[in-house]
């Protein structure tokens, strides 16, 4: 069986990652794609990277028809994803990457997203996406909130650790790198060419980012009582990509037992041997999740490395697997590529 | 049925881009692996992108068993290649990616590569592996040569022209820009990051560059006279991709319209709406050539742009592409990818 | 003696590039700087690798005082350029960095611009700022229109060869790699990291580009008769730096010698030994040109490889440059940086 | 007067610094230039950014004539310096940029180095590198050591926090990301840009990066007490600049403040207004420090990020700062030059 896919925000770059993804899966055909100011456009005009494609073209969102389609992505701007969303049919089964179904609560969407949440049914009705944590609400679920890329990187380090309680919760920094296509095709100075290649700089320093909503939610969760970590984003000179550094204090055998137990069975997650670390490189383009163990030269101390690539693991490819899941699929179909390097 | 694949020299750049190309492919299983300086060690150990596959560990070619392969890709420096390929059993089929059977005529070769040929008839029984204009002979070959990556490009943008001939003979100009991973895995200080990142210079100017004596055989061929080019390459700042910018003299409508008849049946080569340039942004790590016409201001003359993976249509993709014509499978099989953009 | 200096349009690359370079001049002081839509702000708030710096707050024009001002560098976009240099007071020296004077037809300005020029006076009073050729009038002029970067690193290549008459001038190509900077500070999609990165294409193909009319322009008038090139720029993923590869008729060593006579004496433009090459990075952030010259295996044809930096020899070191020469200082005053290399 | 200069070791990355950096010096002149691979070339051989400049042919260190000779830069490999730096004649002021004399232990430099020290009368006498907090000693020194470019980056951040005893100095964490200069130009496979461009990894994690030797070193001097503080150096995709992130346990207002006073006359260390972060960007190819402090939202903790050039601050600019204290010159001499950006 075919299922019929509808792909809202397609002119974006996870929504040109999708159509990547998807066009070499066996069981999925891309039926819709909406890009509102592109409307009328093919997607080999907007990507001409997709020009030998066979695919819909571009279409505004109120002129598509539902009625055949089995599952709805929506890469839209968070706010307009829950605007829009409210109005697909209820049989639809959707994958959101927007941010607008990540926290679960109103009052934390509204502290970290600054706008009132207008679809507050739907949003406890959502299931977070992170899929090899959860798993089982995700396989029957109508609504599934694609993680931040950055969100995912850092739960990859930590969510076994604190569920085995083998670190400090009070003392956990995450250090991330991350690659420029994360924040978007958007016309925005700090991303231009000349102004990002040959440099790197902090951000949103001090746990000003929006996707500590996200670690708050989860890590507090797990662990039964609030956890709060500190996060420091940068911005790497490259497309893809993203390394997160994760100091803690705990027993680096006994996070690297704790992670092997953890991910034995993943078909994404890859444990190197220990004192090994990752690199942005050796994920670029798939959707697997590179973690290293280091024990530090001060005993207790640890680091944790992990690397993803953010439009794959990160965003698109996170939310294909997902989308397997909720139809049945087998959960790597469309996804076994092998990374591209150099 | 499943073919066995060897790919002698697994440990360079072109090696590695064939085990990710087949490690998707529906017929064929890698079950040898050799790199002399690493034998003992796994894929996942020399290139770490590719640690999430089951791979045979590498060997020295001499330890090798050859009783069950079916297909060898031999992706060896020039000069080994033609002394192991003289070694390996008759009934194994060959694609050889190094130099050393592109060139039909010992004396060129010599000319060219500096050393004497020792396989001269190997040399003579070699069929040129540029897929598109040698099918036939392909299909039926024992031992395929690869082509060089930018003498690829440049065949791509010039062989219809020629053999229709709508273009001047005697006034063509290959300008021509490559990423660094043309030039493989070797320590060479002006393929540092720090000799490279952001700075172009062209290097083999004035028709020193080996891929002429490429150039000169195949269009000298289709013409049936001697036909030369000039022909600049370029190092771009980037690890992947070929733009080759070509002047001709002939009319843009007519070069146009011999392109689309050419390649109208071709799954890899698409021609571009007259007057829209390709980027190698938009092929990188596909099989897929894209090619732009644009006439000149100056009446008479054109511009002929196309633009390719080194690695994939130009190197280990066109070889993957042949091997499925030699092993009788789909010429497309593994070979769909889309490219990965940004 | 220091000179007073303004700045007009300060908050783009060449404006910041102008500061750069004056902030160690002997002989000049900033004392005015505009930028209208960043008014009231401070050059390192806009520019923070210049916060070093004691700078006067940015302005807009018409808040500026010309009274004690010496010289203006007028750094705003062509047409904006026109009608801001047609109020300035008499006394005051100008160098232009727009397009708005390097056309003395005010036809041909028209042609290439798209909208009529409206200080004709200005346009045929100006003079032609490509200091090495115009060195005498630009000693006594009121006005001088600094070139294109594209069109100054042709003309380093080209000029000598057309007045020595060395050269076939009905056959002359000129295959440009540009860094991103050229384009500006422009928000656009194609000039994004995520965009650019990696990769490369040509634009303006077939003889579109407006660096075109000085190419004319000056050939034409050199030749005493019309002169049209082909011209091809190509966008590199670098952010400064053009490499300009130019395809000739034409006896290498009687170029080389040309070239030798020519550039003897010019303290900035350095011609290589027979064969040798040039490459961006060795110019970078300077205001030296490299100039190669190697002859083709096709008896008759040379290539002519030329690197300048776009930011400094080709925008605000030559502005820099000409602005020595109006004030009566030495002409490498403030231009002797080395290159920045790696 | 003009003081004559040496540069041993000037064929790699910090020695083309010197001479980029004292090509505009007032009052030095380099007259000797050493490179023992590279004897009989010249320096715009091994370096074609500097063939403008009028520079003495690379000898072997032995055919050196150190009579008339000032002051010594040694850019040579560490123990290869010790060698070296001991056969110099008494009345030679040193500037050494190698490891070889920044930790006065010689145990200490035995275990992070791996070889016996073998002039440890010298390695006593030496007196270490960081102008802005040893100038007294510098200026009377016969020998100084200049620091590892990581080490001076996380000392910038650290010093004065730990002299007022404003941070707890059991709880500081150094996330530091590099620029491959720092490697050198060295032949390595990690090194190249086909394995570096576009990616992001750790090394040397978990304290085994021999620049804690310093870290420890200084630390615990300022403290009086033992300091070990956490440290992992990152490799980013660029060729200069250095970025720490410092987690530090203190107050922001306090740490703030602290910088202010300490910094307040410093000609090269800018300390940012209160939650403003610092770039590479913005300080590449110039002798500048930018810091910036930020206050968590984890009450007590603060995040110091600092910012430099590798080998500009980080190695050559510094040694020149020290030189000019040495020879009684200005310490800004030479110096002054404003970053390169774009």
Redesign the interface.
């Known amino acids: 069986m075919t299922h019929k896919i509808a792909i809202l925000g397609a002119s974006g770059?996870t929504g040109?990652e999708l159509?990547?993804l998807i066009?070499?899966h066996p069981a999925m055909q891309i039926t819709a794609l909406s890009a509102d100011r592109k409307a009328g456009q093919s997607m080999g005009q907007v990507?001409?990277?997709?020009?030998?494609?066979d695919l819909p073209v571009l279409q505004k969102i109120e002129d598509l028809d539902f009625t055949d389609i089995n599952l709805v992505f929506c890469a839209l701007p968070h706010k307009t994803s829950q605007d829009v969303i409210s109005t697909l049919p209820r049989d639809v089964r959707i994958v959101d990457l927007s941010a607008d179904f990540r926290l679960r609560d109103a009052a934390e969407y509204e502290k970290w997203y600054g706008n009132p949440h207008t679809a507050t049914a739907l949003q406890r009705e959502a299931v977070y996406g992170l899929t090899e944590f959860y798993r089982d609400q995700i396989r029957s679920a109508r609504l599934v909130a694609g993680t931040g890329c950055n969100a995912a990187t850092g739960q990859f380090a930590l969510r076994p650790l604190i569920a085995a309680g083998v670190i400090d919760l009070d003392d956990i920094?995450i250090?991330l790198?991350t690659?420029?296509?994360g924040a978007g095709?958007a016309?925005?100075?700090n991303?231009?060419?000349?102004?990002?290649?040959?440099?790197?700089?902090?951000?949103a320093?001090?746990?000003?980012h929006r996707h500590?909503g996200e670690f708050d939610q989860e890590f507090s969760a797990i662990a039964g009582r609030p956890v709060?970590v500190?996060f420091?984003p940068?911005l790497?000179?490259?497309?893809?990509?993203i390394?997160a550094?994760v100091?803690v204090s705990g027993d680096a055998e006994e996070i690297h037992d704790t992670f092997a137990a953890a991910y034995e069975q993943e078909p994404f997650v890859?444990l190197l041997p220990m004192?090994e670390?990752?690199?942005?490189?050796?994920?670029?383009?798939?959707n697997?999740v590179?973690i290293?163990v280091?024990?530090?030269?001060?005993p207790g101390?640890t680091?944790v490395?992990a690397?993803l690539d953010n439009l794959t693991k990160g965003s698109s490819g996170q939310a294909l697997q997902n989308a397997n899941l909720m139809l049945g699929e087998d959960e790597t179909a469309g996804l076994?590529?092998?990374?591209?390097?150099?």
Do not use: C, W
């Open positions: 770059y040109a159509v990547r066009a070499t990507f001409p990277h997709l020009r030998h494609l920094i250090d790198k690659g420029v296509s095709r016309l925005r100075e991303l231009l060419h000349a102004e990002l290649s040959e440099g790197s700089n902090a951000y320093v001090g746990g000003t500590l709060q500190r420091t940068h790497l000179p490259a497309n893809r990509g390394l550094t100091y890859t004192g670390t990752p690199s942005t490189h050796h994920v670029r383009g798939s697997f590179h290293g280091t024990g530090d030269r001060l101390k680091v490395t690397a076994m590529l092998a990374p591209l390097f150099p």
